[in-house]
T-cell receptor, first 113, second 110 residues
């Protein structure tokens, strides 16, 4: 059974640009959550999607957005990139909502220069 | 107060010893708790979850939950150098999202 797949693995962008990250959950999993991980802040919750609906949102500015498609694949978008957006972005999938086991993808390492 | 707090590290134990990792949480409504292991440069890997008060054992790992004290712990018996990693405690907080602690870096010395 394939795990959670995130693409791309690495990304370098310039300040002011926008970026789209993709996440394909484990087959059969309908819940996808996104996290930002930085050395100083640890793992911070961005948002959670279930059945194409955003169920939960963390404390991030509106530049961070996401969506989920009917096949449960999810994308997150960051617009007007700032240097502080440099981080590891992790996607986690679970069968239903997040009180069941969540499995992480390998992450996308975003560097903003 | 942070929603999920872990004991400050780093923690260093000799090979074969018991490593004890601790976590407290502030949301009394939290029902589920998870322990993840993260090797340097890798993504978090789920190793244990616990929903009920008491102990839950899985091989060399034991998770303990005390809801009255709002305390979660992870014991690693017979620690191995391969257990050296950062351990993340996570609780299901309001809105059924996972809130993570800062992590405790564990080093097992041969």
């Amino acid at each position: 059974k394939a795990g959670v797949t995130q693409t791309p693995r690495y990304l370098i962008k310039t300040r002011g640009q926008q970026v789209t990250l993709s996440c394909s959950p484990i087959s059969g999993h309908r819940s996808v959550s996104w996290y930002q991980q930085t050395p100083g802040q640890g793992l911070q919750f961005l948002f959670e999607y279930f059945s194409e609906t955003q169920r939960n949102k963390g404390n991030f500015p509106g530049r961070f957005s996401g969506r989920q498609f009917s096949n449960s694949r999810s994308e997150m978008n960051v617009s007007t990139l700032e240097l502080g957006d440099s981080a590891l972005y992790l996607c986690a999938s679970s069968q239903t909502i997040m009180n069941t086991e969540a499995f992480f993808g390998q992450g996308t390492r975003l560097t903003v220069v | 107060q942070k929603e999920v707090e872990q004991n400050s590290g780093p923690l260093s134990v000799p090979e074969g010893a018991i490593a004890s990792l601790n976590c407290t949480y502030s949301d009394r409504g939290s029902q589920s708790f998870f322990w993840y292991r993260q090797y340097s440069g890798k993504s978090p890997e789920l190793i244990m979850f616990i929903y009920s008060n008491g102990d839950k054992e899985d091989g060399r790992f034991t998770a303990q939950l005390n809801k009255a004290s709002q305390y979660v712990s992870l014991l690693i018996r017979d620690s191995q150098p391969s257990d050296s990693a950062t351990y993340l405690c996570a609780g299901e907080t309001s809105g059924s999202r996972l809130t993570f602690g800062e992590g405790t870096q564990l080093t097992v010395n041969p």
